[in-house]
């Protein structure tokens, strides 16, 4: 009698009550009509609901999102396959998630113990440029946020390594600190491939770390994958999901008509070379790291 009736994403699960409408100052009865979970509302903010499309996003952590119409899983559990938005029997649909626990958090934690937060965002992204592919040598491993599922729930921690007083400062820093988080989510997503879930083109919301240049070019670069940049975030996703679940729009195409492509950034060969040469510096220490910790 407790578990509730099980429903689609797109629903009507009931009205907003009196006391909460008070309180959020909203009216009462408005229907609820939409459920998902952060990353699959990522995605469908995306448009993210074909087979073999995938959605990206790095926040405080960092998520790759590839939808299937098969069951697949990782056997360690180093990512996760969930049901996505637009799953039903007779056509379903799963959404299979690598997350990073250790990625915009490890800008943040740098910009407020390393910069003193003397500069925004936007000034270091801009200073990170002012080095080249690489960093120089400096490696950062950003697993600091607890353990992590692509590491089979080890927490080894982070690691600032190859630093030479003589010659890195904080442009090499911040650099090393986005490549590293672009090299995590790489190694993720080899993982993914090995279980069927693979694109050639990868959509992000211009929001987060992908507001850098520098992070969109190494991201591409680096997985080998065409960049899609759109003007749309998490929020615009689930209002948009409650106007499908209300019969707003009749159809999901019809609710993504508005969506905006801002850029599409393509890979370049000489880059690709020199970030392949980049990352594979990267997992060998992240190789030796994870020796030390066993």
């Not at 650099?175 to 989510?185: K, N, P």
């Not at 065409?226 to 019809?254: H, K, M, N």
């Amino acid at each position: 009698d407790l578990i509730p009736e099980t429903k689609t994403s797109f629903s009507n699960f009931g009205e907003l009550n009196g006391e909460a409408a008070e309180e959020l100052g909203l009216r009462k009865g408005i229907p609820v009509t939409y459920k998902a979970g952060d990353q699959p509302n990522n995605a469908f903010s995306l448009n993210v609901i074909r087979p073999g499309e995938i959605a990206t996003t790095a926040g405080t952590s960092g998520v790759i999102y590839g939808i299937a119409d098969q069951h697949s899983f990782d056997a360690q559990s180093r990512v996760n396959t969930f049901v996505h938005v637009n799953h039903e029997k007779t056509n379903p649909s799963y959404g299979v998630l690598l997350c990073i626990n250790g990625t915009g958090i490890l800008y943040r934690w740098i910009r407020q113990n390393l910069m003193n937060g003397a500069l925004s965002y936007e000034e270091m992204n801009n200073k990170a440029m002012e080095t080249a592919i690489g960093s120089d040598g400096i490696v950062i491993l950003p697993f600091g946020n607890g353990a992590e599922r692509i590491l089979e729930n080890r927490n080894i921690g982070s690691a600032f390594l190859g630093i030479d007083f003589n010659r890195h400062n904080s442009s090499h820093l911040l650099r090393a600190a986005q490549e590293g988080i672009v090299f995590s989510m790489r190694y993720g997503f080899d993982i993914m491939k090995n279980m069927g879930v693979d694109a050639k083109t990868v959509k992000a919301g211009h929001a987060n770390m992908f507001q850098s240049p520098l992070f969109r070019e190494a991201f591409v670069n680096t997985t080998g994958t065409v960049l899609e940049l759109y003007d749309t975030d998490g929020s615009v996703g689930a209002a948009t999901g409650a106007g499908v679940g209300a019969g707003v729009y009749q159809t999901t195409e019809e609710a993504f008509e508005g969506l905006e492509r801002l850029q599409i950034i393509e890979p370049d060969k000489e880059k690709s070379e020199e970030y392949e040469t980049a990352y594979q510096r990267w997992a060998e220490q992240l190789e030796h790291q994870l020796d030390y910790f066993d």
